[in-house]
């Protein structure tokens, strides 16, 4: 029986066996192998083609510059033809007119800065994406199997970062005059909230804080 014991004993004393370490997972923007940048290039091309279309904010831009145009237009001249006259001169109804034009102006600039923000919002977005792709295209340029491999795949992968470097530039070239309308129509709100502020105290009093010009939507 001592035998026994003494033959346990090492084997009782010995460390339990380590787990094994769990495979590290493969970097999100691991190069593409050689065998594969052929196809990948396609895929890559095909999204950046689908990138580019939606990228494309011209007509709405036009669209809603026209919009706010013609409307701050209307509401310029309405209000320069009452700009000799001080609020305290009008009637509750014509007040009340006054304040349903400036709440008018107010709602349509709110909506157009959201439909202004969803453009920024999804040209933002296709930035990010072309991100990702130039990280992936330039670790599969960099790796050793494309740089010491034959041409073709090389000036290929060159050839899609070019054109990710494009498409990056003409999307941040319609994200620009969006972010200057977003600009413009948040000090628009500002002016037809400050204005209509003006408004409140003629709802009570005729005094001479009322003598403010309805001519101020207009800039004047």
């Known amino acids: 029986m001592l035998w026994l014991a003494l033959a346990a004993g090492p084997l009782l004393a010995q460390a339990p066996a380590e787990e094994?370490?769990?495979p590290v997972a493969a970097s999100?923007?691991?190069?593409?192998?050689?065998?594969?940048?052929?196809?990948?290039?396609?895929?890559t091309l095909a999204e950046l083609a689908e990138l580019q279309s939606d990228a494309d904010t011209t007509d709405e831009?036009?669209?809603?510059?026209?919009?706010?145009?013609?409307f701050d237009r209307e509401i310029s001249e309405d209000l320069v033809r009452s700009s000799a006259v001080p609020l305290a001169g009008l009637s509750r109804a014509e007040l009340a007119d006054l304040r349903d034009r400036w709440d008018q102006a107010g709602d349509i600039h709110r909506e157009t800065q959201d439909d202004l923000t969803d453009l920024a919002a999804a040209l933002t977005e296709a930035k990010e994406r072309l991100v990702e792709l130039e990280g992936l295209w330039s670790e599969t340029g960099a790796s050793e199997e494309v740089l010491l491999g034959p041409p073709g795949p090389r000036q290929r992968v060159a050839d899609v970062?070019?054109?990710?470097?494009?498409?990056?530039?003409?999307?941040?070239?319609?994200?620009e005059p969006i972010l200057i309308l977003q600009d413009l129509v948040s000090q628009r709100l500002l002016?037809?909230?400050?204005?209509?502020?003006?408004?409140?105290?003629?709802r009570s009093s005729r005094s001479g804080r009322c003598l403010r010009s309805v001519a101020r939507l207009s800039g004047r």
Request: charged share 25%; with cysteine.
């Open 61 to 70: 831009v036009a669209s809603i510059q026209e919009t706010l145009d013609e």
């Open 20 to 22: 094994s370490p769990e």
């Open 161 to 175: 970062l070019s054109d990710i470097g494009s498409l990056d530039s003409e999307i941040a070239e319609h994200l």
């Open 191 to 202: 002016t037809v909230r400050g204005t209509w502020i003006a408004s409140v105290p003629c």
């Open 28 to 43: 999100e923007t691991a190069g593409i192998g050689l065998e594969g940048i052929a196809t990948e290039a396609e895929e």
